[in-house]
């Protein structure tokens, strides 16, 4: 089912208009009537079925002609300008702040364009006068990112460039229709709309799988040897040294990389070993499969190795008949189709909206290594008989980060990203998670876990809220990144839950586990972990606490505080925990 | 091969029932075609055969015969 997103503009969008499908499968765009933006903004009202996300598009030139911005631009201490422009500039986001403040729920994208205007000449020495209101705009709205976690910002003129601002508006559309785009413009704002609206709702993917020969580099170094391949020379060599540097700086924001490759594993190390041309280092690989079996079996093993999803892999290879393959046989992975102009490639991979994300947390920069760390526990973990004596063994060292402005990002990326061990799948904002810590009775923490192995950071997300029964507390939400999965850190987690719940005055905890596509790992916690399915729990509890239920249409369990017997905490009782 | 006219219609309003030969088919023939729609419409146009329209073509382009002897005049067939 489409979820509907709500559209209003300075200037017309031409509803209806085909560019619009851009937007993507899976989202119904309504538009407000025109010149209706501003009261749909500063309407406190809240709407009985409101938007999945609401959009302003905001064409500056619509609000500040020309005129208005000269007695700024006239002022020649730069300071006083910059101030006078960001006075101007700041009443025309009234509406903005007013509907941030009314419904700080609907996520909320502001598009903002305005264009260069004026010769190359104007820009010679000084600084363009619409160069300087929009940096003043700009400004004020980043602010207002820092503040909202439900605002998201599309900087529409970046976009635009690269068709071309000639290309983008249409001055005929402007005059005959009052929209200053034209098709093929407004197929891009579609486009990056949808890109947004994907991201908000989806996480990124994780791993970017290469192939080797006529991918990383030119040629087969099967065939033509190390010195016949095409690498860092000009020309093509370039653009497939450019291609490496694109992913490895991709690695640098926490995508892990692969290959995997249809080739003697001997043949491929010495291209990596000796060939002076290579930007990608072994050490850059989190796992590779280089053999002669199929690709689609190759890449649905390295999910499993590394515990990921395979719907989190991205597959580039130059070969179509190996893409065909592998679209057919592991069909959740995502496969690119590449032009077959190899030049093209660095820019594309820069620009795949695959892996964008909204923010980069400090976690992510350190994924790599966790991923290596995570092959290595399993290694030795799968050489251990005694796996308490094992665990106890690893230095263990679990702290609780509360949720705040700092944590927030973190806590809201596991809601967007913990597919398996996750027990309701919720898919919390930022806004949802704050304003759920903040109700009086709540119990919400991260779970940060180090170890021997390494410190994978902020690992576990679990949020608790009160009911209509103020003795009763219900687990909202409760995920662990699988990359601690085996150090039965859920079990301490809950037990720190359980505590801060009973110093609050709870008496009953009541779960949920909702069955995904692949959380199934998460579906014995709850039995696991002391916690009693419904239908075996006594009646008085059940008699008490079925009118909180009514609404859940998953495996309901439920336990009382007083008599919770936690397994697998003697692991940390010897641990410091902060 | 470069879709008709009246592919596009049915590309554009997929619900719309109209009869492609009708000579005056034109804006308003049916309740999706309205101002706005014959915009959408003329965009289309020019996105698929390459070409577009000035300020005046827009406001006298009212039928699909009227498009399609100005897309002839223009060397298109459609």
Partial sequence: MSQRIQICGTSFLLPGNPAWSALGQGWEPVFAGFDEWARLLLDPVPPVDPPAALVWVLFLEDLLPGQALAPSLALKDPGQRRQALAEL??????????????????????????????????????????????????????ARVDQHPGLLLLPLDRQLARLGLDQAFDDRNLYAARCRLSQAGLRVLARCLGDLLHRQHNAAKK???LDCDNTLWGGVVGEVGLAGLAL????????????????????????LLAIVSKNNEEDVWEVFDQHAGMVLTRDDL????????????????????LDLGADSFVFWDDNP?????????????????????????????????????????????????????????KAEQ???????????????????????PGSVARAAQLCAKTNQFNLRVIRHTQADILALADEPGAVAFLGHLADRFGDPGNVALLLARPTADPQVAFLDSFMLSCRVLGRHFEAWMLAQAVAKLREQGARWLLAEFRPEKRNQVAQDFLAGHGLI???????????????????????????ELASLTIPYLEIYDETQAD | MKPKLTDLLRQLFPAAAFDGQDPTLGVGSFAEWDSLGHFNFLLLVEETFGLQFSVDEITELKTLAQIRENLAAKGVEA
């Fill in chain 1, 89 to 142: 500039v700041a009443p025309l986001l009234i509406p903005l702040d007013a509907r941030l403040a009314n419904h700080p729920q609907t996520p909320l994208i502001v598009a903002y364009s305005l264009p260069v205007v004026g010769s190359a000449i104007e820009g010679g020495r000084g600084r363009p006068a619409w160069e300087q209101a929009r940096q003043a705009l700009e400004e004020l709205l980043r």
């Fill in chain 1, 207 to 209: 791993v970017l799988v």
């Fill in chain 1, 232 to 255: 860092g020379q000009d020309g093509l060599g370039k653009a497939f040294q450019d291609f490496q540097r694109a992913a490895q700086d991709l690695s640098r924001t926490g995508i």
């Fill in chain 1, 286 to 305: 989190v796992a590779f499969k280089v053999n002669w079996r199929d690709k689609a079996g190759n890449l649905l093993e390295l999910a499993a190795d």
């Fill in chain 1, 321 to 377: 008949l190996e893409r065909e393959v592998v679209k057919a046989r592991a069909s959740q992975v995502t496969v690119v189709d590449p032009p077959a102009d190899v030049t093209r490639w660095p820019r594309l991979l820069r620009d795949l909206p695959l892996f964008g994300r909204f923010e980069t947390t400090a976690e992510d920069a350190k994924k790599k290594a966790q991923y290596q760390a995570r092959a290595q526990f």
């Fill in chain 1, 382 to 404: 799968g050489r251990v008989v005694d796996e308490t004596g094992f665990l106890k063994g690893i230095a263990l060292k679990p702290s609780l980060v509360p949720i705040g």
């Fill in chain 1, 533 to 559: 399915p419904w239908a075996e729990a006594p009646a008085p509890a059940r008699e008490r606490l079925a009118p909180l239920c009514r609404d859940m249409g998953g495996q309901i369990y439920l336990a």
